[in-house]
């Protein structure tokens, strides 16, 4: 299972938010570079970066952030937030990023998000699916839609996509456990999908049940942030 550290960006800083409500910021210092250099020297491997206030401008705005943790370490990047058009995902993999993943844009410009997955590839895109009781959640989480979360994944690997990261809207930065039994469904419900779990880690406990439902990855915020979750013991999964 791959261990996946978060770093969230909001005006160059690392934050975590609850719920994805940006009025429920926290701060957990003033320099990603020097974060993602620790998960590096820990012997961590990827990174999951977003830029959240990308996300709600709608275009990519911490694009330095980025650049600067690209160049200057060797983690292998997941970028998200803000990455709506063309020009934005050339940003995002012109300034460092391995990986670009794509929710919003995958539900209001299914087009759009298609042909990046034709031009860049099934391992250079990933899917976010973030799900409110089972139903796909957009906008920051501000909108639900009528989309089932199991089956718009599966409507996608149709179409080639393997990496998926689905985030359980009403577990994020809570820390009270991950969605296990949604994970285990969309597992089954769709053979061969690469599932990076996002939402409600607490404790080692949590990431030894997530490793045993067979998720490919896990995303681990808050609970590090938070001193739940030790660096040494995330490097215990690498």
Same mark, same amino acid.
């Given at each position: 299972m791959e261990i996946i550290p978060a770093i969230d960006i909001i005006g160059g800083k690392c934050v975590r938010l609850?719920?994805?409500?940006?009025?429920?910021? %926290?701060?957990?210092?003033?320099?990603? !570079?020097?974060? @993602?250099?620790?998960?590096?020297?820990?012997?961590? %491997?990827?990174?999951?970066?977003?830029? !959240?206030?990308? @996300?709600?401008?709608?275009?990519i705005v911490n694009r330095a952030v980025l650049e600067s943790i690209a160049q200057n370490t060797s983690l292998k990047i997941d970028f998200g937030g803000g990455v709506q058009s063309d020009e934005d995902i050339e940003t995002a993999f012109r300034c460092g990023a391995a990986q670009v993943t794509g929710g919003s844009v995958a539900v209001r410009n299914p087009g759009l998000f298609k042909q990046w997955l034709e031009v860049y590839g099934s391992d250079k895109i990933i899917l976010g699916a973030d799900a409110k009781d089972r139903k796909i959640a957009i906008g920051g989480w501000a909108e639900t839609t009528t989309s089932d979360v199991i089956s718009f994944i599966r409507d996608y690997h149709e179409q080639g996509i393997r990496y998926v990261i689905c985030t359980d809207v009403a577990k994020d930065g809570l820390l009270q456990g991950p969605s296990v039994e949604l994970y285990k469904d969309i597992m089954q419900a769709i053979p061969g999908v690469k599932l990076i779990a996002s939402g409600g880690v607490s404790s080692m406990e949590d990431l030894e049940e997530l490793q045993e439902s067979g998720v490919y990855g896990v995303i681990v915020g808050k609970a590090f942030y938070e001193g739940r979750i030790t660096l040494r013991e995330l490097a215990s999964f690498v």
């Amino acid at each position: 299972m791959e261990i996946i550290p978060a770093i969230d960006i909001i005006g160059g800083k690392c934050v975590r938010l609850t719920q994805g409500d940006y009025s429920q910021k %926290k701060e957990y210092g003033d320099n990603p !570079l020097e974060m @993602a250099q620790k998960f590096e020297q820990a012997g961590i %491997k990827r990174l999951h970066l977003v830029d !959240l206030d990308g @996300a709600k401008a709608k275009t990519i705005v911490n694009r330095a952030v980025l650049e600067s943790i690209a160049q200057n370490t060797s983690l292998k990047i997941d970028f998200g937030g803000g990455v709506q058009s063309d020009e934005d995902i050339e940003t995002a993999f012109r300034c460092g990023a391995a990986q670009v993943t794509g929710g919003s844009v995958a539900v209001r410009n299914p087009g759009l998000f298609k042909q990046w997955l034709e031009v860049y590839g099934s391992d250079k895109i990933i899917l976010g699916a973030d799900a409110k009781d089972r139903k796909i959640a957009i906008g920051g989480w501000a909108e639900t839609t009528t989309s089932d979360v199991i089956s718009f994944i599966r409507d996608y690997h149709e179409q080639g996509i393997r990496y998926v990261i689905c985030t359980d809207v009403a577990k994020d930065g809570l820390l009270q456990g991950p969605s296990v039994e949604l994970y285990k469904d969309i597992m089954q419900a769709i053979p061969g999908v690469k599932l990076i779990a996002s939402g409600g880690v607490s404790s080692m406990e949590d990431l030894e049940e997530l490793q045993e439902s067979g998720v490919y990855g896990v995303i681990v915020g808050k609970a590090f942030y938070e001193g739940r979750i030790t660096l040494r013991e995330l490097a215990s999964f690498v």
